[in-house]
């Protein structure tokens, strides 16, 4: 399953007590929106809109779709140690840890390449 995919799968709940002030974070691609909903989640928790549970869920969420994933570990760790069993929060952690082992994966390989084209290149200049 692909990470859009399973984000989407797990961020359809109600967010905020029912408020869809944050919505923006787990609905949409547009990257502007979603940190606006960011925002909005974040001025949604200040004025105890939402719980801390619901906020740092949310934002993790919110930050792995955005590629900010230092940030989203943080929040999740943050997360289950204050709610050890939460299974969206488990899931959520999985998602970004197998994010995580692909794009040091597909980084590893790219600096394979681009080694093995600068020891090409070598050997061709040294002929």
């Known amino acids: ?9 797990i961020g359809t709940i109600e967010l905020c007590n029912g408020t869809p002030t944050a919505r923006p974070v787990v609905s ?5 929106v979603m940190e606006g909903g960011l ?3 974040d001025a949604a928790f200040a004025k105890k ?3 801390l549970r619901e906020y740092q869920y949310l934002a993790a969420l919110g930050n ?3 590629g900010k994933y230092k940030h989203a570990r943080a929040l999740l760790t ?3 140690q204050s709610h050890p069993n939460d299974r969206q929060a488990i899931q959520l952690q999985s998602i970004l840890e197998e994010t ?3 794009d040091g994966m597909l980084g590893l390989a790219i600096l394979g390449v ?4 600068v020891a090409g290149l070598a050997w061709l200049r040294r002929r």
């Open 78 to 80: 943050e997360l289950l």
């Open 100 to 102: 995580l082992m692909h």
């Open 28 to 32: 949409r691609q547009d990257r502007m």
């Open 64 to 66: 792995i779709k955005l």
């Open 39 to 41: 925002e909005e989640l």
């Open 114 to 117: 681009a080694t093995a084209a």
């Open 49 to 51: 809109k939402c719980s």
């Open 1 to 9: 399953m692909s990470i859009a995919k399973a984000v989407e799968a």
